[in-house]
């Protein structure tokens, strides 16, 4: 029987999943409680069982919930996991496990007493409903700063490049949405980066963004960036048209 609570970190949760979409941000809440609710805390790794349990067509499951799986889970053994939910379920599930140990134990002890003492007189009292469990605390030692996202140097790998050329992009928008990109990510501290499929992560990135794709940018003419941001953006010049950049 799976736990009746999911505990909830609004900070982490939000700094991890900020730049999804309305939709996006639905199918990854529907993905997690669909999970908790599942024993062991997996879901099959099968498209078919997936769409029929979150109730959606495959246009849908391909444009949205896709995305989030590819940028959040993981594939074991032929299930689908979040290693976050994962940890966070294993935490809940032992303390439920000695929160009710320690109640068996107390009733134990008082009915040692009572048998001691002779029968009561008390007279029984309407049933009362057992409060809900508290959520488990955050330990209040301070952990170990975690890694950034990306490092001050990344550099536009060569496919991320020619993915967004590909579907439309000129080499400036390019270039431009790369360093908005490694901007945004450097300051967001979470997951190891090892961890994350980043180009999934770009692709996400590229669908959402509001750059325009063919038009001059900051001021640029012609087509081309303004002098102020060039020497930046030319840093991302590698991977939109396939010279040597990070792999």
């Known amino acids: ?36 609710m599942t024993p062991g805390c997996s879901l099959p790794a099968d498209e078919a069982w997936i769409m029929r349990r979150m109730r959606i067509d495959e246009a849908t499951f391909n444009d949205v919930v896709k995305v989030v799986m590819d940028e959040f889970f ?4 032929g299930r689908l996991v979040s290693p976050r939910l994962a940890k966070e379920y294993q935490k809940t599930d032992l303390a439920h496990k000695k929160r009710v140990a320690a109640g068996s134990k107390g009733g134990s002890a008082k009915a040692l007493n009572a048998n001691k003492t002779g029968s009561s007189k008390a007279v029984a009292k309407p049933y009362q409903p057992e409060p809900e469990p508290e959520l488990i605390k ?6 170990p700063k975690k890694a950034h996202r990306l490092p001050e140097n990344w550099t536009l790998p060569k496919q991320y490049g020619e993915w967004a050329i590909e579907q439309g992009w000129t080499d400036q928008s390019v270039r431009f949405e790369a360093e908005k990109f490694r901007d945004f990510w450097v300051s967001k501290a979470g997951r190891d980066a090892a961890k994350l499929d980043w180009l999934a992560t770009w692709r996400n990135w590229m669908r959402n963004s509001k750059t325009p794709k063919f038009s001059a940018i900051n001021g640029g003419q012609n087509g081309q960036p303004a002098n102020k941001s060039k020497n ?8 939109a048209r396939g010279a040597a950049g990070s792999s």
């Open 232 to 239: 930046r953006m030319d840093a991302f010049i590698a991977g």
């Open 74 to 77: 993981i594939t074991q053994k």
């Open 138 to 143: 955050r330990e209040a030692k301070a952990s």
């Open 1 to 36: 029987m799976s736990l009746p609570y999911f505990p909830m970190y609004p900070t982490d949760f939000e700094a991890d999943t900020s730049h999804l979409t309305l939709a996006e941000d639905g199918a990854y809440n529907r993905l997690l409680r669909l999970m908790w």
